[in-house]
């Protein structure tokens, strides 16, 4: 009975501490707490009594969604693919970035479309103008785009994302391979 009753006690000290006196040295619960949890757990154990208290408490951080950074995969054709006929069709997967036909519109975050490069570096100059010498790129919402007539070597072909306004992303997004053309 006396230990039932001491045990009593000292759960109830456990739980007013943990969650608090009300003394005026205590600091008031700040904006961003949603909640104060106290745990208190009691083991018997055959010599003595156990007592285990926790305090969990949960923060009110502002939610902030991730939301991925924009991407382009070349799908096909793979790095060493040979072309039997110069005729070469690019294939890309884009991902967490809106592809659409606005070329020279202003521009929206996470919009725009993608230039097609041929045997070119990307400019990717942040605010400048990413094309290059005429048939050597093109700029479309399109996900393929087929180069025709590639005479016989290697050649690089290479994908970036835009802005509406044919300008690189903040960073810079792009893929480039390698492939060549047989004598046609």
Known sequence: MKTSLIMALILVLLLAFSCGSGTASQKPPSSSSV???SIITTQKSTSSLKIVSSTAQSQNTSKSTRVPSPSILIMSPESGFVSETGDVTITVKVLSFDLVEQVGQTNVHGVGHII???DV???????AQATTAPGTYT?????SYTWHGLKAGHHMLRVQLVNNDNTPLSEPVFASVGIDVKQV
């Open 116 to 118: 097609f490069y041929l």
């Open 139 to 143: 700029a479309t919402a399109a996900t």
């Open 121 to 127: 570096e990307i400019p990717k100059t942040t605010g």
């Open 35 to 37: 909640s104060s949890t």
